[in-house]
C-alpha cells in the first residue's frame, strides 16, 4: 500500500489488491464490494478479524501495521480440499451439493487425534452474528451423537472440537456431521420455551474430514439484511469531510452531488434522494430512511404531493422498499408510526399558508365555518381516518358532539370551495350572503348572471368588504 490509509469508502486498485490479499487469507469479502474494488462495512470488518488475531487494535483501517500483516504470506490450516480423494464416492458438502471431486473417508481415530469443524455464523446476506450456540452431531440411522458446541465470538466464529471415541458405533471411521445453530440469548425464547428449538439446521456432510469450514446463514429477516440505504450512507460519509448532507446541492455554484457519484463510482439519482430525504427529515421528524424508501419507489418528491397519495400507497412503497433490501429491516415494526406521523402532517399542512395569495388552504376555510382550530384539527382527522363513502362520512361527524351542530355549515363550505376555486373571500361573501337570508340554498346562486359573479370577484379583490350581487338585486339590474 502507497500513500495514506484504507478505510471505508476508499475505491480504486488498491483496494481490490486488498480484497485478493483477504481473500487468500480465507475472509469472505461481498460482492457488492469486490466487485466495485470498494471498502465497504464487509471489508471492514474482514480486517478488523485480520488486526485482532494479529494482536493489533480492532480498527478496520488499514495503516503500514495492518498492511504488513495482511500482506503476510498467511499460514493455512489443513481445511477439507487438501484431503486425499479416491474416486467413486460422491460426498455431499454443507451447501447439499454433490462435489464433483469426490473424497474417501478419513478413519478418525487415534493416529488422528482431534477433529474440528468450525466456520460463520451470520444473517443471510447480512451481518456477523455474535452469542450464537452452534452445535455439532454425528448422525446414523435415527440416531445422533452430540459431538460439542461452542459460542460464536464477536466476529461470528465458531469452533467445535471432536473425537471418534464419541460415536456410537465404535466401528464407524468417520462422522456424518449436522450442524445446528440455536439462539440461546433471547429471554423471550427461554420464557416461550422455545429457546432449545434451532433456528439453523445445516445439510449433513457425509463423510467429514478432520478438519471442516461450515457457514451457518440464518434467514432472520429483513431487521438483519444491509440496506442499500446503509451501503450508500457507508460509501458517503467518509468522503463528505464533516459536511452535513443536507448542505450538498447541485446547482451552478456546486456540483456535489455529481462530484461524489464520480467519486464513488454510484448513481447520481441515488445521492440526490439521499440528501432529499435528510432535508425533508430535519422539518418533518420523518426517518430520512423511509423517505429514502418513497423516493426510490417512485413518490413525489414535494410534500404536499408525497402527502397526496394516501396512505394505503404510501405503505405499499415503503413495504416494498424492505423487501428490495433498499431501506433498513428496522423499519419493519414502525411503518405504522411513519405512517401515522405522514397522516398527522396533512394535518399540519391544512394550516399552512397557500401558495397562491388569492387562494386558500384548507385551514383557512374551515375556519370562515369552525373558528376553533382544535376542531378544525379534530375534522381534518376524522376525515383522513375515514374509509367509507362520504355521506358515512357525514353521518360520523354528525355523532360527534363537539362537531354535530357545524355539519351544514362544514359542508355548505367545502361546496362553495369547490364553486368558487378556493377563492377565500368569496366563499366568506357567500356564507354572509346564506346567513342574511339572501340565499336560501346553494341552486340560488344559480340565478346570478356573469355580470354579477364579475362585480362580485371584482369587489372581493378590493381591501374593503365585499358583497357579491344578491339574487334579488340581479334580478333587477336583468
Same mark, same amino acid.
Given at each position: 500500500?502507497?500513500?495514506?490509509?484504507?478505510?471505508?469508502?476508499?475505491?480504486?486498485?488498491?483496494?481490490?489488491?486488498?480484497?485478493?490479499?483477504?481473500?487468500?487469507?480465507?475472509?469472505?469479502?461481498?460482492?457488492?464490494?469486490?466487485?466495485?474494488?470498494?471498502?465497504g462495512?464487509?471489508?471492514?470488518?474482514?480486517?478488523?478479524?485480520?488486526?485482532?488475531?494479529?494482536?493489533?487494535?480492532?480498527?478496520?483501517? $488499514?495503516?503500514?501495521?495492518t498492511?504488513?500483516?495482511?500482506?503476510?504470506?498467511?499460514?493455512?490450516?489443513?481445511?477439507?480440499?487438501a484431503?486425499?480423494?479416491?474416486?467413486?464416492?460422491?460426498?455431499?458438502?454443507?451447501?447439499?451439493?454433490?462435489?464433483?471431486?469426490?473424497r474417501?473417508?478419513?478413519?478418525?481415530?487415534?493416529?488422528?487425534?482431534?477433529?474440528?469443524?468450525?466456520?460463520?455464523?451470520?444473517?443471510?446476506?447480512?451481518?456477523?452474528?455474535?452469542?450464537?450456540?452452534?452445535?455439532?452431531?454425528?448422525?446414523?440411522?435415527?440416531?445422533?451423537?452430540?459431538?460439542?458446541?461452542? $459460542?460464536?465470538?464477536?466476529?461470528?466464529?465458531?469452533?467445535?472440537?471432536?473425537?471418534?471415541?464419541?460415536?456410537?458405533?465404535?466401528?464407524?471411521?468417520?462422522?456424518?456431521?449436522?450442524?445446528?445453530?440455536?439462539?440461546?440469548?433471547?429471554?423471550?425464547?427461554r420464557?416461550?420455551?422455545?429457546?432449545?428449538?434451532?433456528?439453523?439446521? *445445516?445439510?449433513?456432510?457425509?463423510?467429514?474430514?478432520?478438519?471442516?469450514?461450515?457457514?451457518?446463514?440464518?434467514?432472520?429477516?429483513?431487521?438483519?439484511?444491509?440496506?442499500?440505504?446503509?451501503?450508500?450512507?457507508?460509501?458517503?460519509?467518509?468522503?463528505?469531510?464533516?459536511?452535513?448532507?443536507?448542505?450538498?446541492?447541485?446547482?451552478?455554484?456546486?456540483?456535489?452531488?455529481?462530484?461524489?457519484?464520480?467519486?464513488?463510482?454510484?448513481?447520481?439519482?441515488?445521492?440526490?434522494?439521499?440528501?432529499?430525504?435528510?432535508?425533508?427529515?430535519?422539518?418533518?421528524n420523518?426517518?430520512?430512511?423511509?423517505?429514502?424508501?418513497?423516493?426510490?419507489?417512485?413518490l413525489?418528491?414535494?410534500?404536499?404531493?408525497?402527502?397526496?397519495?394516501?396512505?394505503?400507497?404510501?405503505?405499499?412503497?415503503?413495504?416494498?422498499?424492505?423487501?428490495?433490501?433498499?431501506?433498513?429491516?428496522?423499519?419493519?415494526? *414502525?411503518?405504522?408510526?411513519?405512517? #401515522?406521523?405522514?397522516?398527522?402532517?396533512?394535518?399540519?399542512?391544512?394550516?399552512?399558508?397557500?401558495?397562491?395569495?388569492?387562494?386558500?388552504?384548507?385551514?383557512?376555510?374551515?375556519?370562515?365555518?369552525?373558528?376553533?382550530?382544535?376542531?378544525q384539527?379534530?375534522?381534518?382527522?376524522?376525515?383522513?381516518?375515514?374509509?367509507?363513502?362520504?355521506?358515512?362520512?357525514?353521518?360520523?361527524?354528525?355523532?360527534?358532539?363537539?362537531?354535530?351542530?357545524?355539519?351544514?355549515?362544514?359542508?355548505?363550505?367545502?361546496?362553495?370551495?369547490?364553486? *368558487?376555486?378556493?377563492?377565500?373571500?368569496?366563499?366568506?361573501?357567500?356564507?354572509?350572503?346564506r346567513?342574511?337570508?339572501?340565499l336560501? #340554498?346553494?341552486?340560488?346562486?344559480?340565478?346570478?348572471?356573469?355580470?354579477?359573479?364579475?362585480?362580485?370577484?371584482?369587489?372581493?379583490?378590493?381591501?374593503?368588504?365585499?358583497?357579491?350581487? #344578491?339574487?334579488?338585486?340581479?334580478?333587477?339590474q336583468?
Amino acid at each position: 500500500m502507497n500513500g495514506p490509509n484504507l478505510s471505508v469508502g476508499a475505491v480504486g486498485e488498491e483496494v481490490r489488491s486488498l480484497h485478493e490479499q483477504l481473500r487468500r487469507q480465507g475472509h469472505e469479502l461481498p460482492e457488492s464490494e469486490t466487485s466495485r474494488a470498494f471498502f465497504g462495512p464487509g471489508t471492514r470488518e474482514a480486517v478488523r478479524r485480520v488486526q485482532l488475531r494479529h494482536g493489533l487494535q480492532g480498527h478496520g483501517v $488499514v495503516d503500514a501495521a495492518t498492511n504488513a500483516v495482511i500482506g503476510a504470506t498467511p499460514r493455512q490450516p489443513v481445511e477439507t480440499s487438501a484431503i486425499p480423494r479416491a474416486a467413486g464416492q460422491p460426498v455431499m458438502t454443507a451447501r447439499g451439493a454433490a462435489a464433483s471431486e469426490p473424497r474417501v473417508p478419513v478413519r478418525a481415530a487415534d493416529d488422528v487425534g482431534e477433529l474440528l469443524v468450525r466456520g460463520l455464523v451470520v444473517y443471510k446476506d447480512g451481518l456477523l452474528i455474535e452469542g450464537m450456540t452452534v452445535r455439532a452431531f454425528n448422525v446414523d440411522l435415527r440416531h445422533e451423537d452430540l459431538l460439542g458446541e461452542s $459460542v460464536s465470538d464477536q466476529e461470528g466464529r465458531y469452533e467445535i472440537k471432536y473425537r471418534a471415541s464419541q460415536f456410537s458405533r465404535p466401528e464407524k471411521q468417520y462422522a456424518d456431521l449436522l450442524l445446528r445453530a440455536y439462539d440461546l440469548r433471547d429471554p423471550g425464547r427461554r420464557e416461550a420455551g422455545t429457546s432449545e428449538e434451532p433456528v439453523y439446521e *445445516s445439510p449433513i456432510v457425509y463423510g467429514a474430514q478432520p478438519i471442516e469450514k461450515i457457514k451457518l446463514e440464518i434467514d432472520a429477516g429483513l431487521e438483519h439484511t444491509w440496506s442499500e440505504y446503509e451501503q450508500l450512507m457507508a460509501e458517503l460519509l467518509p468522503l463528505l469531510g464533516g459536511r452535513p448532507i443536507t448542505e450538498l446541492s447541485e446547482d451552478a455554484s456546486n456540483q456535489d452531488v455529481s462530484f461524489l457519484a464520480g467519486q464513488a463510482n454510484l448513481d447520481p439519482r441515488r445521492i440526490a434522494y439521499l440528501v432529499w430525504a435528510h432535508r425533508l427529515a430535519a422539518t418533518t421528524n420523518l426517518p430520512p430512511e423511509a423517505l429514502y424508501g418513497l423516493a426510490r419507489e417512485g413518490l413525489p418528491l414535494t410534500l404536499p404531493e408525497l402527502l397526496a397519495q394516501g396512505q394505503a400507497l404510501q405503505r405499499q412503497a415503503l413495504e416494498q422498499a424492505l423487501n428490495e433490501h433498499i431501506i433498513p429491516g428496522r423499519l419493519v415494526d *414502525s411503518l405504522d408510526d411513519i405512517l #401515522s406521523r405522514l397522516k398527522s402532517l396533512i394535518v399540519a399542512q391544512a394550516f399552512e399558508p397557500p401558495r397562491e395569495a388569492d387562494r386558500a388552504s384548507l385551514g383557512q376555510l374551515l375556519a370562515t365555518a369552525l373558528p376553533d382550530r382544535d376542531k378544525q384539527a379534530r375534522f381534518l382527522e376524522a376525515y383522513l381516518s375515514h374509509e367509507g363513502t362520504p355521506q358515512q362520512f357525514w353521518q360520523e361527524v354528525a355523532k360527534q358532539p363537539e362537531l354535530q351542530g357545524d355539519v351544514d355549515k362544514l359542508q355548505v363550505t367545502l361546496q362553495l370551495s369547490a364553486l *368558487s376555486g378556493g377563492h377565500l373571500p368569496l366563499v366568506a361573501q357567500l356564507q354572509d350572503m346564506r346567513e342574511a337570508g339572501q340565499l336560501g #340554498s346553494l341552486r340560488d346562486l344559480a340565478r346570478l348572471d356573469t355580470g354579477a359573479w364579475s362585480r362580485s370577484s371584482a369587489a372581493c379583490r378590493k381591501p374593503r368588504p365585499c358583497r357579491p350581487a #344578491s339574487p334579488a338585486t340581479t334580478r333587477t339590474q336583468g
